[in-house]
Structures are given as structure tokens and as C-alpha cells.
């Protein structure tokens, strides 16, 4: 029952360092995303990838580029870090392309901190 | 547009008492509307949705939420607050618009006092 896998859970990088957050999902499903979580806002998308093969820019990209490489497999990039990116990461996965008619399934999170 | 408003930020109430987390929403169309809970360190998981049946949803450890059209909001209740309770939750709307179509609100943190 792992359902979506998220590596790693912590992290800490300078800035200016690159490093990439790794995520799986073992139901199948088609979409999948990345959230941050920051105080009081809420979770803010992104990039999502409505299936395998497309990939497109949600509410906050700047700064990140990301990888479908297959149907599990969701990677979020982060070239040269900054301070501002210092947040909860959130992968997510849901059954079909639009994620409004279904349910998200969430990993447990990747707190990095950006010095 | 659409928006969500959760009209409090963090709610208190004592173990054995009602609970009432609030949420109002804007929406262009008839939008399906969500609950998610998140336990210190975890990730979310749904509580209950709502996607224009019943306007009255049951969900998940005794919680349920009413959908008023009239009054665009989707409020939380449960009966009676469990310690296990204390978490953060999240109203989210939806409108079938292609897959970057969720939007949460910015979420209650709900303390059980003993």
C-alpha cells in the first residue's frame, strides 16, 4: 500500500545549489503534481502532468522544471535554489486527467530548507 | 473567477463538542467542492466531496458538509470533536476546465482541547 512515494523527505541547500525531488505512485493513475505548501497560503500548483508525455506550468513555475519519465514517475527540479523556495513539497496523483471529477492522492511530503 | 474563502483560520473547541469549520467559494460553474484533512507532518487525504448529488455529504470519522447554493458555501461539521481530530483542513473547488482546475483554500487549523 505505498501509493505516492516521495524522496527525500528533508533536505537543506545553499543557494545556488540544484537538486531534484523524486516521486512515484504505484495506482496506476494518469495525472500527477506538484504542490508547495506554505504558511497561510494554501497549496499553490506547480507543474501537473495531465498523462504521460505532456507536462504543463500551473499557478507558480518559476523557478522549476519537471520530468514525467513514465506513467509512475513524476520528478520536480530545482536548478539554483533560491531562498524563496524554501517550502513543504507535495506530490500528488489522481486517476484521470482532470483532476476535479476525482480525488487527489497525496504523498507525505519534502521540507527543504534554501540558506 | 473562482476563489475559496475559509473564513477562519484556526478554530478551538473542546473534546465532546461540535465542530464548524468554514468555507464560502466563487465559482463560474458548477463546481464539484472538496475537504481534505493534513495531520501534523503528512500529506492530505479527502475527507468527503461533493459533486452535485446529494447536497448533504458524508464522510470520513463522522464528518459531513452541506452544499448551499444559495449561500455559495460548503461548511464543515461534525458532532462531536475527538482528540484525534486536531489537524489542518482544506476546502478545494473544482471546475471541469482541463486539469489545472483545483484550488484550494488557504486552510483552518483546528485545535481539540482535552
Known amino acids: 500500500n505505498a501509493g505516492v512515494t516521495q524522496t527525500p523527505k528533508f533536505q537543506v541547500l545553499k543557494t545556488g545549489q540544484s537538486m531534484t525531488l523524486q516521486c512515484a505512485q504505484d495506482?496506476?493513475?494518469?495525472?500527477m503534481y506538484w504542490y508547495r505548501q506554505d504558511p497561510g497560503m494554501g497549496l499553490r500548483l506547480i507543474y501537473y502532468s495531465a498523462s504521460e508525455g505532456t507536462t504543463d506550468k500551473g499557478e507558480v513555475p518559476n523557478g522549476y522544471n519537471v520530468s514525467r519519465l513514465n506513467k509512475r514517475e513524476f520528478s520536480l527540479r530545482l536548478e539554483s535554489a533560491a531562498p524563496s523556495q524554501t517550502s513543504v513539497y507535495f506530490c500528488a496523483s489522481s486517476v484521470v486527467q482532470g483532476a476535479g471529477f476525482g480525488e487527489l492522492f497525496f504523498g507525505e511530503g519534502s521540507r527543504l530548507t534554501v540558506l | 473567477a473562482q476563489s475559496v474563502t475559509q473564513l477562519d483560520s484556526h478554530v478551538s473547541v473542546s473534546e465532546g463538542t461540535p465542530v464548524l469549520l468554514r468555507c464560502n467559494y466563487s465559482s463560474s460553474y458548477s463546481p464539484s467542492l472538496f475537504w481534505y484533512v493534513q495531520h501534523p507532518n503528512k500529506g492530505l487525504q479527502l475527507l468527503l466531496k461533493?459533486?452535485?448529488?446529494?447536497?448533504l455529504v458524508k464522510g470520513i470519522n463522522g464528518f459531513e458538509a452541506e452544499f448551499k447554493k444559495s449561500e455559495t458555501s460548503f461548511h464543515l461539521t461534525k458532532p462531536s470533536a475527538h482528540m484525534s481530530d486536531a489537524a489542518e483542513y482544506f476546502c478545494?473547488?473544482?471546475?471541469?476546465?482541463?486539469?489545472?482546475?483545483?484550488?484550494f483554500g488557504t486552510g483552518t487549523r483546528l485545535t481539540v482541547i482535552p
Open positions: 495506482m496506476n493513475h494518469n495525472s
Open positions: 478545494v473547488v473544482s471546475e471541469p476546465t482541463g486539469a489545472n482546475n483545483l484550488f
Open positions: 461533493y459533486t452535485s448529488a446529494a447536497t
